[in-house]
C-alpha cells in the first residue's frame, strides 16, 4: 500500500513540474519584446517638441506652442503614454514651453527641469501654475545635473552666467547618453551660449537638434565645424528661416540633415538582442 501510494505522490509531483514548466515558457512567449529607444522630433513649425521614449522611460524635452498641444497630446496617447518621468525646458519662449501647463495638467508628470529664471508672459504663468496646481516638481537648475536612466543617462548643463541681452542664452542643453549612442539637444541657444558650451562638449555625438529653427552665426559655424556627428535636426515651419551657410557647413562635414517641416522625424536604437544595434532613421 505505501509502496503503490509512493508513485501516486511522485507521479502528481512529475505533472505538476511539467505543468509549471509549460506555463513558464507560455508566460515567456507573452511577454512584449522590448523595442529599444525612439526619439521622435514633432512636426509643429518653428517650435521645439522631441519625445524620448524606451519601454523603461519617457522623457519630453520642450512643448512646442500652445496650439500644438492636440498634436502632442495624439502622439503621447498613440505611444501609450500616460505618465512621463522627465519633462525638460530649455527655456521659457512660448515656443518651447506653451504646451507646458496642459501636458502637466493632463498626464503625469514626475520631474520638471528647466533653467534658472523667470519670464513675464501668459505661458510662463501657466506653467507655474500648472505645477502648483498638480503639485508637479518643478526644480530651475543653477548647476549642470547629471540623471541616471535605465541603459543610460542624461546631463542637464545650465548657462554660466546670471543675465543675458538675449533670453535665448538661458537655454538649458541637453546631452542624453544610451548605450553607445550620444544625443545632443542645443534648445535656442545663440552665441554666447553655444561659446560657453562648446568649452564642456563632447568631440563626437550620433545626432545633434541644432538651435534657433536654422539660425546662423559665428559661434555655431565653429562649434559644427570641430564637432562629428551624423545627424543634425532643425526644427522649422519651412525653410525659410534656415540660412544657406549653416546648411552648406553641415553638408561640408557630412552631416545628414533631418528637417521637421517635411513630417515628424523619428530615429531608433534597438535594443542588444537585436542584429542591428546601430541607429536608425525611421
Sequence with gaps: MKHREYWIVLLICVVLL????????????????????????????????????????????????????????????????????????????????????????QFHVK???????????????????AVHATETPFEKLTAD?????????????VSKQTAYKNENNYSMITSFYYGDESFLFMGDALGKRTEEFSQIADP???????????DCYDALLDFVEHTTFSYGVICAADNSTIEPELVQKLKEKGVKILYTYNGDVTLSVPTKESENGELQLT
Aim: glycine content about 6%; aromatic content about 10%; proline content about 2%.
Design 111 to 129: 520631474q520638471v527641469f528647466g533653467p534658472d529664471y523667470s519670464e513675464n508672459s501668459e505661458y510662463y504663468q501657466n506653467l507655474e501654475d
Design 204 to 214: 563626437a555625438y550620433d545626432l545633434i537638434k541644432l538651435p534657433h529653427h536654422g
Design 18 to 105: 511539467l505543468a509549471f514548466l509549460i506555463l513558464q515558457q507560455f508566460a515567456e512567449k507573452q511577454k512584449p519584446e522590448r523595442q529599444g529607444l525612439n526619439i521622435t522630433f514633432l512636426e509643429t513649425g518653428k517650435s521645439d517638441c522631441v519625445l524620448i521614449q524606451s519601454d523603461d522611460f519617457v522623457i519630453v524635452q520642450d512643448t512646442a506652442d500652445a496650439d500644438d498641444f492636440t498634436k502632442i497630446r495624439q502622439t503621447l496617447q498613440e505611444n501609450g503614454i500616460e505618465q512621463i518621468d522627465y519633462l525638460l525646458l530649455s527655456h521659457y519662449d512660448k515656443d518651447h514651453i506653451g504646451s507646458a501647463a496642459n501636458i502637466i495638467r
Design 145 to 157: 545635473r547629471n540623471i541616471a536612466v535605465e541603459g543610460g543617462s542624461v546631463k542637464l548643463s
